[in-house]
């Protein structure tokens, strides 16, 4: 989720905290934008679940032409990260080269900027950076 550093102040960190929505019926754990009903049993009703912020980069690609929100940032990585929950996020993976990551690296969730707006206003949102704490040693 991404919101401007408006709503950020007038909303608060709760705002941009890393969840996602769990069935009520059968329990499996869908992305926050899966907030209407369930893929798996078609259940209406889902409910908010806080998400830890540690997981696992499982796939990702580097961006060498992005869109014009993004341009300056290239190259960068986006990668899918399944949570130690078990769902599938889609984000960016910032603080190292796109040479240096690889797929099984454990990463965890940071607020960072996301983009700056046409307008000039600035977005926040969730981005991952490589964990360090789980990283196996060599």
């Known amino acids: 989720m991404t919101v401007s550093a408006i709503e ?19 329990e499996v ?3 926050w934008w899966e907030h209407h009903h369930c893929y798996a049993c078609g259940g209406a009703d889902m409910v908010e679940q806080e998400l ?4 696992e980069l499982t796939n990702y690609t ?25 769902v599938l996020m889609p984000a960016p993976v910032v603080g190292v080269a796109p040479e240096d990551i ?14 700056l707006g046409h307008e000039g206003d600035i977005y926040y949102s ?8 789980s990283a196996p040693a060599t």
């Not at 014009?68 to 190259?75: H, I, K, N, T």
């Not at 690889?102 to 983009?115: D, I, N, P």
């Open 8 to 26: 950020f102040s007038r909303l608060g960190p709760p705002k941009l905290r890393l969840y996602a929505m769990r069935c009520t019926s059968c």
């Open 29 to 31: 754990l869908s992305p």
């Open 62 to 86: 580097v961006v060498y032409y992005p869109p014009r929100d993004f341009l300056g940032q290239e190259p960068y990585v986006v990668g899918h990260i399944t949570m130690d929950e078990g």
């Open 52 to 55: 830890a912020g540690t997981g």
């Open 102 to 115: 690889e797929v099984g690296t454990r990463v965890k969730a940071t607020l960072r900027r996301m983009k």
């Open 126 to 133: 969730q981005k991952f950076v490589v964990d360090a704490e």
